[in-house]
């Protein structure tokens, strides 16, 4: 063989491995090139899902604080003849509150004074009716709170007052659902309460403070309605949702 046909064999042997190694790198780029568009395609449905999240968060979240504002105005409007009479507070968030323990329970004990019962007589129909009517598809809960303060028997531990006050709430709170529940004027909404509404005592897990930090027991002896709406279970299940 001439030198000139080792020369033609060997250049067309390198110009057949340089084909080889671009049809190679090709091909490699054609793979690079779809997960590209793979993983660009996912980020984006990622964004839009997370966009889409937060419409709905911000969408839950707007409704919920016009409810709110709408829930606080109603009730204002519905007892605002009543609440210095029966010293009683509402708070932005719609919660009602009734700030005179002595009106409504004798000290350590569970049964309702008739001060208080005339108090409920008035304010309960009045109060479920306006719920029922007005926002009674986005109630989750109607909770009637007891709370206390953390006195308790002479040199009883912080478990034992705890604990001792903690009996004494539930009975509290038991015995005014008890009451207003079988108010002849609420049957017609019988169905629904059993539904909805709870009593909780809460011990004073949430008692008030002074201004110095100290407890204030009377403010911390309450009674308090409180409407717990749909809205927040749902904005509560979404935020665990973004948790995991």
């Known amino acids: 063989m001439s030198k000139l046909d080792k020369f033609k064999r060997k250049k067309k042997t390198e110009e057949n491995g ?10 490699l780029m ?9 993983f660009m395609s996912r980020v984006v449905d990622e ?15 707007e409704t919920y604080e016009e409810n709110k504002v709408n829930l606080y105005y109603d009730l204002y409007n519905e007892f605002k003849s009543d609440m210095n ?52 598809d986005n109630v989750n809960e109607i909770r009637i709170e007891g709370h206390t303060s ?53 011990s004073y897990s949430k008692r008030i403070l002074k201004e110095d930090n100290t407890e204030d027991e009377s403010a911390s002896r309450r009674v308090e309605f409180k409407i717990i709406t749909n809205s927040e279970e749902t904005i509560n299940d979404i935020l665990d949702n973004y948790n995991e």
């Open 18 to 27: 340089f084909s080889s190694i671009s049809d190679l790198m090709s091909g």
């Open 47 to 61: 964004n839009i899902k997370i966009k889409k999240q937060q419409e709905t968060v911000e969408n839950i979240v």
């Open 150 to 202: 953390s006195e308790w028997e002479e040199n009883s531990t912080k478990k034992e007052s705890y604990f001792g006050n903690m009996e004494l709430s539930q009975d509290r709170t038991r015995n005014v659902l008890n009451y207003v529940m079988n108010m002849d004027e609420l049957q017609v909404y019988e169905d629904w309460l059993i539904d909805n509404i709870t009593a909780n005592g809460m």
């Open 85 to 136: 009479g029966w010293d009683m507070e509402i708070d932005k968030d719609g919660t009602i509150r009734f700030k005179e323990p002595d009106v409504y329970f004798e000290k350590g004990k569970s049964e309702l004074k008739d001060e208080f019962k005339e108090i409920l007589n008035s304010f309960f129909p009045r109060y479920i009716k306006l719920v029922y009517d007005n926002y009674k």
């Open 30 to 38: 054609i793979i690079f090139l779809f997960i590209s568009v793979a």
